[in-house]
């Protein structure tokens, strides 16, 4: 089996105003793995997937997007990427990430 070249996983939410969650979620999905073969409680999810759907889903008007994505980039510097060049962040989730849902009420994209 081949190591995975890729180490943290990532949830991320933005609209139009900027990132509003970018959390990492490939620590938390280990530790439930290990929980579950143990038989412990598993601890809160970190994301409130439901949650960060709804706002999307009722604020269609600042064009929300919500993607996860894996990368080699740790959160510390992730999150650095977010506050320095976002529209970069955002390219490259587009081009390597999964959308889970979009939200758009204009043909163009509001961060491109």
């Excluded at 949830?11 to 900027?18: N, P, R, S």
């Excluded at 409680?41 to 008007?61: D, G, I, S, Y």
Aim: one cysteine or more; a negative charge; aromatic letters at 14%.
């Amino acid at each position: 089996m081949s190591e995975s070249k890729y180490n943290f996983m990532y949830f991320a939410y933005w609209d139009c105003y900027g990132f509003e969650c970018l959390t990492e979620i490939g620590s938390y999905e280990r530790q439930r793995l290990f929980d579950d073969i143990s038989g412990k409680e598993p601890a809160k999810h970190p994301v409130n997937t439901r949650f960060w759907h709804l706002r999307a889903l009722l604020n269609p008007q600042r064009n929300p997007e919500i993607w996860i994505f894996s990368s080699e980039v740790g959160p510390e510097d992730i999150q650095e990427i977010s506050r320095s060049d976002p529209q970069h962040l955002v390219n490259l989730i587009r081009l390597h990430g999964t959308c889970l849902t979009r939200f758009s009420t204009t043909k163009e994209e509001i961060i491109e």
